[in-house]
T-cell receptor, first 110, second 111 residues
Framework: TQLLEQSPQFLSIQEGENLTVYCNSS?????LQWYRQEPGEGPVLLVT?????EVKKLKRLTFQFGDARKDSSLHITAAQPGDTGLYLC??????????FGPGTRLSVLP | DTGVSQNPRHKITKRGQNVTFRCDPI?????LYWYRQTLGQGPEFLTY????????KSRLLSDRFSAERPKGSFSTLEIQRTEQGDSAMYLC?????????FGPGTRLTVT
């Protein structure tokens, strides 16, 4: 059983569309991180969210941490082919090791 | 470039051979992590150093695996008597606080 679940597993959209991907858990996390990983490369840190209800924006990406700190979402506005990649959420639940979710593989078609 | 670096980027080896990977973390980061990632999965934790002390090891880290960080700076991960199941991307990360920064990884293929 995954401590962190991510949905959807795969997402293929056209350039210019909006999308939201989700990261969920039954456990409370002190913080959650979102990474993007391209094939053959290591994950690149996008953001760390710490406070329940927190919203952070990074250009066209909006990250939200749930009020109960058990879930997070990533919304991309007007997706571009350069957004293609594997989006991973990761964090450490109370008393647990830092873990990654299985990722959402996003493909943005031109 | 002051990010995390890993060498080599790719390694192909025959089953039964030993391999060693190197990780150079961001210089002021005291924590260093090794992860393994297989196709279609998120990274899985292997081991963690704070300075030169190895504080935690996953049960994934069998006795064929050994990691060192002798001076609290760079780290090496050695796999002895490689098996085909060891084929994966081996990722190193470093951190000072909550945020981890990853290197580009070493892709190991065991034939």
């Amino acid at each position: 059983t995954q401590l962190l679940e991510q949905s959807p597993q795969f997402l293929s959209i056209q350039e210019g569309e909006n999308l939201t991907v989700y990261c969920n858990s039954s456990s409370v996390f002190s913080s959650l991180q979102w990474y993007r990983q391209e094939p053959g490369e290591g994950p690149v840190l996008l953001v760390t969210v710490v406070t329940g209800g927190e919203v952070k924006k990074l250009k066209r990406l909006t990250f939200q941490f749930g009020d109960a700190r058990k879930d997070s979402s990533l919304h991309i506005t007007a997706a571009q082919p350069g957004d293609t990649g594997l989006y991973l959420c990761a964090g450490a639940a109370r008393g647990q090791n830092f873990v990654f979710g299985p990722g959402t593989r996003l493909s943005v078609l031109p | 470039d002051t990010g995390v670096s890993q060498n080599p980027r790719h390694k192909i080896t025959k089953r039964g051979q030993n391999v060693t990977f190197r990780c150079d973390p961001i210089s002021e980061h005291n924590r260093l992590y090794w992860y393994r990632q297989t196709l279609g999965q998120g990274p899985e934790f292997l081991t963690y150093f704070q300075n030169e002390a190895q504080l935690e090891k996953s049960r994934l880290l069998s006795d064929r695996f050994s990691a060192e960080r002798p001076k609290g700076s760079f780290s090496t991960l050695e796999i002895q008597r490689t098996e085909q199941g060891d084929s994966a991307m081996y990722l190193c990360a470093s951190s000072l606080g909550q945020s981890k920064y990853f290197g580009p990884g070493t892709r190991l293929t065991v034939t």
